[in-house]
């Protein structure tokens, strides 16, 4: 089992940043990706931005230019920095980690996620 825990959400006003952080614990054997998804009231959650367990990062026409992701392998954690936020990025973001274990099975698993909210 892997446990994914949130942080570094809350209020900012347009146009200010935030940023997240999502630390994985539990029985990890390899984290091959972790991304963000986000899910506003009312809509369905998306994808944000993913990062690989190399490194090589992809973002979503929302993310691309105002977000960037990262993450520390050693710590298990990924950040997701947000820049430039407006009204619109208010959702609630969830961590998702894919965990390859020893037999080589993948597993997706998610964060309990945390608001962010962007006041105009």
């Known amino acids: 089992q892997v446990q994914l825990v949130e942080s570094g959400g809350g209020l900012v006003q347009a146009g200010g940043s935030l940023r997240l952080s999502c630390s994985a614990s539990g029985s990890i054997f390899k984290l091959t990706s972790m991304a963000w998804y986000r899910q506003a009231p009312g809509k369905q959650r998306r994808l944000v931005a993913g990062?690989?367990?190399?490194?090589?990062?992809n973002y979503t026409d929302s993310a691309k230019g105002r977000f960037v992701i990262s993450s520390d392998n050693a710590k298990n954690t990924v950040y997701l920095q947000m820049n430039s936020l407006k009204p619109e990025d208010t959702a609630v973001y969830s961590c998702?980690?894919?965990?390859?274990?020893?037999?080589?099975?993948?597993?997706?698993?998610w964060g309990q996620g945390t608001q962010v909210t962007v006041s105009s």
């Open positions: 990062i690989t367990s190399d490194g090589s990062p």
């Open positions: 998702n980690a894919v965990h390859e274990d020893a037999g080589g099975w993948s597993w997706p698993y």
